[in-house]
Nanobody, 125 residues
Framework: QVQLVESGGGLVQAGDSLRLSCTAS??????????MAWFRQAPGKEREFVAF????????NYADSVKGRFTISRDNAKNTLYMEMSSLKPEDTAVYYC????????????????WGQGTQVTVSS
């Protein structure tokens, strides 16, 4: 069982920055050996992929909509996943979730076995 807890969301203005964090705890499984990702879900929309990072942080992938503005990173010593978000836009408004990869295409929610409860990010224009 892996427990994920997100934090760092809030209400900001367009152009502002935020840093999201996701702290992991696991029994019988280590955060440092698990690929991780951020997804987001806006009201009335499906959950969508935002960013992915492999277990050793040697590989990252981003959705086109956030490329160049968001940066995913991790600190395995602290069991924590991060996402730095800059130049935020109103269309970035959503609940952001961190997820632990299990199997399949990393772009799809179905590939992730464990999810956090989400943190709300609201960007006003």
């Amino acid at each position: 069982q892996v427990q994920l807890v997100e934090s760092g969301g809030g209400l900001v203005q367009a152009g502002d920055s935020l840093r999201l964090s996701c702290t992991a705890s696991a029994a019988g499984r280590t955060f440092s050996s698990t690929d991780m990702a951020w997804f987001r879900q806006a009201p009335g929309k499906e959950r969508e992929f935002v960013a992915f990072i492999n277990w050793i942080a040697s590989r990252t992938n981003y959705a086109d909509s956030v490329k160049g503005r968001f940066t995913i990173s991790r600190d395995n010593a602290k069991n924590t996943l991060y996402m730095e978000m800059s130049s935020l836009k109103p269309e970035d408004t959503a609940v952001y979730y961190c997820a632990a990869y299990y199997s399949g295409s990393y772009l799809l929610p179905s590939a992730y076995k464990y999810w956090g409860q989400g943190t709300q990010v609201t960007v006003s224009s």
